[in-house]
């Protein structure tokens, strides 16, 4: 079956530091992938999306890039804030069993 | 902005009280989902329609229904909740045609306590 898997957690950097957080999936067919952010008591957010292989998703400094020859897909931010302190979800989403397949998820704390 | 609305924000029912959780969207989103998020967990897909069409998790306890009158609104219902029904209780829409199709919007979350 479908799956995710993310590096574990929780990771806590200094304000500039640079991110990496590491995700790789398997999947039946072509999946689309996305990460979805989730503030402290609130719901989650979309943060950026890919459909294709190369397709690379972007949005508030974060990116991520479909790479379907190592299957993976990992979130880079080159100078975090400490507002992006946060619970941080990859997600894949095959169209077969319409539904999305969570990774566990991965706290980043950001210190000033 | 159209978005996904969840009421209320927090909810404490006893053990074993029924009690009901809302969604609402101004979407126009054809399916719409339930989860549950435990602590440090992933959220856990309960269910979801696609319009009135109905389709359970096969591991959903019993305990959990649901309702969708219209488009617009749909109930999470706990017949009698149990300790371990305490919760992060998240509703989500999405689209199946078009552009942007199949990207999930959640909503804030109901936070439930069960005493």
């Known amino acids: 079956g479908d799956s995710v898997t993310q590096m574990e957690g929780p990771v806590t950097l200094s304000e500039e530091a640079f991110l990496t957080i590491n995700c790789t999936y398997t999947?039946?067919?072509?999946?689309?992938l996305f990460w979805y952010v989730q503030y402290p008591g609130e719901g989650l957010q979309l943060l950026l999306k890919a459909t294709k292989a190369d397709d690379k998703g972007s949005n508030k400094g974060f990116e991520a890039t479909y790479r379907k020859e190592t299957t993976s897909f990992h979130l880079e931010k080159g100078s975090v804030q400490v507002s992006d302190s946060a619970v941080y979800f990859c997600a894949l989403y095959t169209g077969a069993n319409s539904k999305l397949t969570f990774g566990k998820g991965i706290t980043l704390s950001v210190r000033p | 902005d159209a978005m996904v609305i969840q009421n209320p924000r927090y909810q404490v029912t006893q053990f074993g009280k029924p009690v009901t959780l809302s969604c609402s969207q101004t979407?126009?989103?054809?399916?719409m989902y339930w989860y549950q998020q435990k602590s440090s967990q992933a959220p856990k897909l309960l269910f979801h329609y696609y319009d009135k069409d109905f389709n359970n998790e096969a591991d959903t306890p019993d305990n959990f229904q649901s309702r969708r009158p219209n488009t617009s609104f749909c109930f999470l219902d706990i017949r009698s909740p149990g300790l371990g029904d305490a919760a992060m209780y998240l509703c989500a829409t999405s689209r199946l045609e078009g552009q942007g199709r199949n990207e999930q919007f959640f909503g804030p979350g109901t936070r439930l306590t069960v005493l």
């Open positions: 999947a039946t067919g072509y999946p689309s």
């Open positions: 979407l126009n989103h054809n399916v």
